[in-house]
């Protein structure tokens, strides 16, 4: 049985690379639109899966860090 709640949007995993095959299927049946792979996981085999299924997956970010890139490169706006 997922943790993961229905109707969710994205889907962020902190867990270590070679744990990405154990939450693969669970994001799967939640269907978010987006999964997300913290900074310094990436597991592409895992998420192959995912992908085939339309589910956009980054691998290996920190949103806030992008965030803060593109505020300072003017890209967003607050």
Not at 19 to 28: A, H, N
Not at 43 to 68: L, W
């Amino acid at each position: 049985m997922s943790d993961i709640p229905d109707g969710v949007d994205l889907v962020v995993v902190f867990r270590r690379s070679q744990d990405i095959p154990d939450v693969v299927w669970d994001v799967i049946e939640a269907s978010p639109k987006y999964l997300c792979l913290q900074l310094g996981i990436r597991n592409d085999d895992a998420v192959e899966d995912v992908e085939t299924r339309g589910i956009v997956v980054y691998q290996d970010i920190c949103f806030e860090q992008t965030h803060q890139r593109l505020l300072q490169a003017r890209i967003l706006r607050h």
